[in-house]
């Protein structure tokens, strides 16, 4: 207040109580004051006035994600009002930033205090976790032989939702858990999951075509001798026989016994 004659006395009263006989008294409390200003004659005058209150904290959120075998950062949001608040971000292993969406590549907890221009804060946090799990396959093979010239291998996949690429040999591709081959070799799956990790693991698909080795003797039959014994060598010896000869005649046996010319 400015007084005039500057000998006057002054006597303010304000909220809670609140009295000085200061010219310009300092308060912390918001509400209506009053100054009754007294001359040296006497006369008295009075005045009014409004301390307001500006105390409403910003309005703040914050988002975070999540970090995976593709995506290694991202990007931390907010939204804050007013919008001229200052921003500060707090996290792990000593991040800081004042960016309202800051770049990270870290797992946490991270925490962001808005501050507006009146001075009142508002804190909230938000979380980044971390998803780089890879899928777990196992894959299974055979043996191409003679009888069996395509062969089905196969993948065992956790998540099944995961994708799958097969290659081998002569340039073999596939995209499905099993696929049939007919080319002996090392087969290789990879797998990829929805978070971008991946595993791999081979399998061998073997061949095993070689002939057995076989010779057959008879014999000669007369009247003295009207059977006589065929006889056969196979190699490996647990190979199946089947003889074929005149008027239909067929054995399995490895040596059949035969009475016709």
Do not use: H, K, R
């Not at 004659?41 to 703040?60: E, F, K």
């Not at 990270?104 to 971390?130: K, M, P």
Request: charged share 0%; glycine share 8%; net charge negative.
């Amino acid at each position: 207040a400015v007084l005039f004659p500057d000998s006057s006395a002054i006597v303010w009263t304000g909220p809670l109580g609140f009295t000085s006989n200061l010219a310009n008294p300092s308060t912390n409390l918001p509400g209506g004051y009053s100054a009754v200003i007294t001359a040296a004659n006497g006369c008295t005058t009075q005045a009014a006035l409004v301390v307001p209150a500006d105390t409403i904290a910003p309005q703040l959120s914050a988002t975070g994600g999540t970090l995976n075998c593709v995506q290694t950062s991202l990007a931390l949001s907010s939204t804050v009002l007013p919008a001229g608040s200052t921003l500060l971000w707090a996290g792990p292993q000593n991040f800081s930033s004042s960016q309202s969406s800051p770049n990270v590549n870290t797992a946490g907890s991270y925490q962001l205090t808005a501050t507006a221009a009146n001075g009142c804060t508002a804190i909230t946090t938000t979380s980044v976790s971390i998803d780089t799990l890879p899928p777990q396959v196992s894959a299974s093979g055979g043996t191409l032989t003679c009888a069996q010239t395509i062969l089905p291998v196969s993948a065992t996949i956790n998540p099944v939702t995961a994708q799958v690429l097969w290659s081998g040999p002569q340039g073999f591709s596939a995209t499905m858990a099993s696929t049939n081959v007919s080319i002996a070799g090392t087969y290789s799956i990879l797998t990829t999951s929805s978070n971008g990790c991946t595993a791999t693991t081979t399998t061998e698909v073997l061949q095993d075509t070689v002939s057995p080795v076989l010779s057959a003797s008879g014999g000669l039959l007369t009247c003295l001798q009207n059977t006589l014994s065929l006889s056969a060598s196979v190699t490996p010896a647990n190979s199946s026989v089947l003889w074929n000869g005149p008027q239909g005649f067929s054995s399995t046996q490895l040596n059949p016994v035969v009475s016709v010319a």
